[in-house]
T-cell receptor
């Protein structure tokens, strides 16, 4: 069982909808991440939070808006998405940034119609 | 040239056989190395870290060759449950950067 929990597991939304993806970890990790993964491709980094502060934004379009309410929670707010944004969105955590030992949630599979 | 390269496979291997695959990296400043496995439509899971001295965990052995800039993963006595995509990850200490290979697909056949 994964110790990083993501909800919802599946999400279908229209291009005008606003939705949020949620992620929670209780391992005391200080770094949390959002990744996007398309079929047959490796995960692609979107955002990194370190000690609840955004430390990396990989030039992600503003229709994706991350939020870290506290050290255990990470949200990804979605607005005006495009069909090409359909993908598996993975949350991960690690003890600190600068480590390659990440723990992933099961992901939220997003379909944009 | 990609920063981290893997043979995409698939590697079709009979159950019980030994299989090995490599991952090459282009930046000699790379510091840390990892293998992840990802089952179909699931999340990646850390399989093992790769130390300079190598690392063994049961049937799995990871090696680092800095001179030739590659890491390897050896799986002995392969099981059906080893079927997955194996992704290598390389990091640099100079900045936070986690570079993922595209993965090698392994299929273990009965």
């Amino acid at each position: 069982d994964t110790e990083v929990t993501q909800t919802p597991k599946h999400l279908v939304m229209g291009m005008t909808n606003k939705k949020s993806l949620k992620c929670e970890q209780h391992m005391g990790h200080r770094a949390m991440y959002w990744y996007k993964q398309k079929a047959k491709k490796p995960p692609e980094l979107m955002f990194v939070y370190s000690y609840e502060k955004l430390s990396i934004n990989e030039s992600v379009p503003s229709r994706f808006s991350p939020e870290c309410p506290n050290s255990s929670l990470l949200n990804l707010h979605l607005h005006a998405l495009q069909p090409e944004d359909s993908a598996l969105y993975l949350c991960a955590s690690s003890q600190e940034v600068r480590t390659g030992e990440l723990f992933f949630g099961e992901g939220s599979r997003l379909t944009v119609l | 040239r990609k920063e981290v390269e893997q043979d995409p496979g698939p590697f079709n291997v009979p159950e019980g056989a030994t299989v090995a695959f490599n991952c090459t990296y282009s930046n000699s400043a790379s510091q840390s190395f990892f293998w992840y496995r990802q089952d179909c439509r699931k999340e990646p899971k850390l399989l093992m870290s790769v130390y300079s001295s190598g690392n063994e965990d049961g049937r799995f052995t990871a090696q680092l060759n800095r001179a030739s800039q590659y890491i390897s993963l050896l799986i002995r006595d392969s099981k059906l449950s080893d079927s997955a995509t194996y992704l290598c990850v390389v990091t640099m200490d100079s900045n936070y950067q986690l570079i993922w290979g595209a993965g090698t697909k392994l299929i273990i056949k009965p």
